[in-house]
């Protein structure tokens, strides 16, 4: 018999371990014996019932033979689908802000607006249309019209001048049967509300990033003014018209030990249907880069015990690297294993004022991340490329099918994505602080 690799084990108590399979996403308790004889292969040593669990579970296999094929039939599984996964589109209507914050990823590569075309939405839209055809041609699929998400971004999308695209937007969603959700930092929300609010629109993401003297000193306004008061007003603005809100807090070294003091003024939120608040940790900060990041595992572990001390904050969830295998685990949530983490290694296509296309959120506006017209379809396979199997440094990790090969723009060599260099997180101290945390929430 032959253990898999791609296997975690994770004590939890003087008497029993916590294994997780890294390839399917499943995890058991067992005893500290079981754990020692599985550790040493000593399968002798198991009960039958044991093995026959452990071989059900894909923890062991009877052959080599058998264990590769069941991967190969993982990763060929994951991929059919990826490359087949419903497409996403972003339209940035502008680069511009009316925001200063200390961080900045469009300031970042100085990235200058213009007026927008009058044609652009029309542009945008036949765009669309023309790329869900060739990929339902390339992989013999059709996507339905009402699957269809489109992301509004920028810059800030909602500036008062762009209301006119912002009008058109909306109509067009409608007329094709798009959904649409919008990333905003929440400035125009009351000038904008009877625009936006169609039966079309998913959700709107708004960023708060602390209470208001931390939040007032990151996201500022051009003259220098905070806007927490302005975002506030606006969160309450949507929910009281059942708009979901999706709340965005960027977490670093300079605001993570404020969460609990904004989590009391989100307080009268926690209970509307409509709100849902969740804590982003930031892996690079635009144009401060690494200044102020803390690495993922530190922060998790953090956050986890301020929640101790401040229960209230348990309102609020956590976005991090591995979270959909931990949820897999300890709640109804389907984990599935990918071989492509990023959408930009998949259907993801953005389109901006220039009628510029990009498939990294990173690099929109940044001309080395541009897809050119002309061998389009060339350059999006490249990016497509970027999976697992084809990364060396990813090849053999044993978390590659939680990971997918992490950050395909952060890869981008002289205008080359890499396939050498993996993005690499510490998921071995990441899943055992989550799981740990989340299996002693519940005993």
Same mark, same amino acid.
């Given at each position: 018999?032959?253990?898999?690799?791609?296997?975690?084990?994770?004590?939890?108590?003087?008497?029993?371990?916590?294994?997780?399979?890294?390839?399917?996403?499943?995890?058991?308790?067992?005893?500290?014996?079981?754990?020692?004889?599985?550790?040493?292969?000593?399968?002798?040593?198991?009960?039958?019932?044991?093995?026959? *669990?452990?071989?059900?579970?894909?923890?062991?296999?009877?052959?080599?033979?058998?264990? /590769? &094929?069941?991967?190969?039939?993982?990763?060929?599984?994951?991929?059919?689908?990826? %490359?087949?996964?419903?497409?996403?589109?972003?339209?940035?209507?502008?680069?511009? *802000?009316?925001?200063?914050?200390?961080?900045?990823?469009?300031?970042?590569?100085?990235?200058?607006?213009?007026?927008?075309?009058? $044609?652009?939405?029309?542009?945008?839209? $036949?765009?669309?249309?023309?790329?869900?055809?060739?990929?339902?041609?390339?992989?013999?699929?059709?996507?339905?019209?009402?699957?269809?998400?489109?992301?509004?971004?920028?810059?800030?999308?909602?500036?008062?001048?762009?209301?006119?695209?912002?009008?058109?937007?909306?109509?067009?969603?409608?007329?094709?049967?798009?959904?649409?959700?919008?990333?905003?930092?929440?400035?125009? &929300?009351?000038?904008?509300?009877?625009?936006?609010?169609?039966?079309? =629109?998913?959700?709107?993401?708004?960023t708060l990033d602390g209470d208001k003297k931390i939040h007032d000193s990151r996201r500022i306004s051009k003259n220098k003014i905070g806007t927490f008061d302005?975002?506030?007003?606006?969160?309450?603005?949507?929910?009281?018209?059942?708009?979901?809100?999706?709340?965005?807090?960027?977490?670093?070294?300079?605001?993570? /030990?404020?969460l609990p003091l904004l989590a009391e003024q989100l307080h009268d939120f926690f209970d509307n249907p409509h709100f849902y608040a969740y804590i982003f940790l930031? %892996?690079?900060?635009? *144009?401060?880069?690494?200044?102020?990041?803390?690495? /993922?595992?530190?922060? =998790?572990?953090?956050?986890? $015990?301020?929640?101790?001390?401040?229960?209230?904050?348990?309102?609020?969830?956590?976005?991090?690297?591995?979270?959909?295998?931990?949820?897999?685990?300890?709640?109804? %949530?389907?984990?599935?294993?990918?071989?492509?983490?990023?959408?930009?290694?998949?259907?993801?296509?953005?389109?901006?004022?220039?009628?510029?296309?990009?498939?990294?959120?990173?690099?929109?506006?940044?001309?080395?991340?541009?897809?050119?017209?002309?061998?389009?379809?060339?350059?999006?396979?490249?990016?497509?490329?970027?999976?697992?199997?084809?990364i060396n440094q990813c090849r053999l990790c044993n978390y590659r099918y939680l990971c997918g090969g992490g950050c395909v723009g952060r890869n981008m060599h002289?205008?080359?994505?890499?396939?050498?260099?993996?993005?690499?997180?510490?998921?071995?101290? &990441?899943? %055992?602080?989550?799981?740990?945390?989340?299996?002693? /929430?519940?005993?």
């Amino acid at each position: 018999m032959i253990k898999i690799k791609e296997i975690q084990f994770i004590s939890i108590n003087d008497k029993e371990t916590i294994i997780v399979n890294l390839i399917n996403g499943l995890a058991d308790i067992i005893d500290k014996d079981t754990e020692k004889n599985l550790k040493n292969n000593q399968f002798t040593s198991l009960d039958d019932s044991v093995i026959h *669990c452990l071989k059900d579970r894909k923890y062991i296999f009877s052959t080599k033979e058998e264990y /590769d &094929i069941y991967l190969n039939n993982i990763y060929y599984t994951a991929s059919f689908y990826e %490359e087949r996964e419903i497409p996403n589109f972003l339209f940035i209507p502008s680069y511009d *802000c009316n925001l200063n914050c200390t961080y900045c990823y469009q300031k970042a590569y100085k990235i200058q607006s213009f007026d927008i075309s009058e $044609d652009i939405v029309e542009s945008f839209f $036949d765009y669309i249309q023309s790329k869900i055809k060739d990929l339902e041609k390339r992989y013999k699929t059709h996507y339905e019209a009402n699957d269809i998400i489109i992301t509004l971004m920028g810059g800030e999308p909602l500036l008062s001048r762009n209301k006119y695209i912002i009008k058109e937007f909306v109509k067009k969603c409608q007329l094709y049967g798009y959904k649409y959700d919008i990333v905003t930092n929440g400035i125009t &929300i009351k000038e904008y509300i009877d625009i936006i609010n169609t039966p079309s =629109l998913k959700s709107i993401q708004i960023t708060l990033d602390g209470d208001k003297k931390i939040h007032d000193s990151r996201r500022i306004s051009k003259n220098k003014i905070g806007t927490f008061d302005i975002i506030m007003d606006s969160i309450q603005l949507l929910v009281l018209h059942k708009v979901n809100v999706q709340l965005r807090i960027n977490v670093d070294k300079d605001n993570i /030990d404020n969460l609990p003091l904004l989590a009391e003024q989100l307080h009268d939120f926690f209970d509307n249907p409509h709100f849902y608040a969740y804590i982003f940790l930031l %892996e690079h900060e635009g *144009c401060m880069e690494y200044k102020n990041v803390i690495p /993922d595992y530190i922060a =998790l572990k953090k956050i986890y $015990d301020l929640q101790k001390q401040h229960m209230l904050l348990k309102k609020i969830d956590i976005a991090y690297v591995g979270k959909e295998l931990v949820d897999g685990i300890f709640s109804n %949530e389907t984990y599935y294993p990918t071989t492509r983490k990023c959408s930009s290694s998949k259907n993801q296509y953005i389109f901006d004022l220039y009628k510029n296309v990009f498939k990294c959120w990173w690099g929109i506006g940044n001309d080395v991340y541009k897809i050119n017209k002309e061998n389009e379809e060339l350059v999006d396979s490249l990016w497509k490329k970027r999976q697992t199997l084809n990364i060396n440094q990813c090849r053999l990790c044993n978390y590659r099918y939680l990971c997918g090969g992490g950050c395909v723009g952060r890869n981008m060599h002289n205008k080359t994505i890499s396939c050498q260099k993996g993005e690499c997180h510490n998921f071995k101290e &990441i899943l %055992e602080i989550a799981i740990k945390e989340e299996y002693n /929430d519940r005993i």
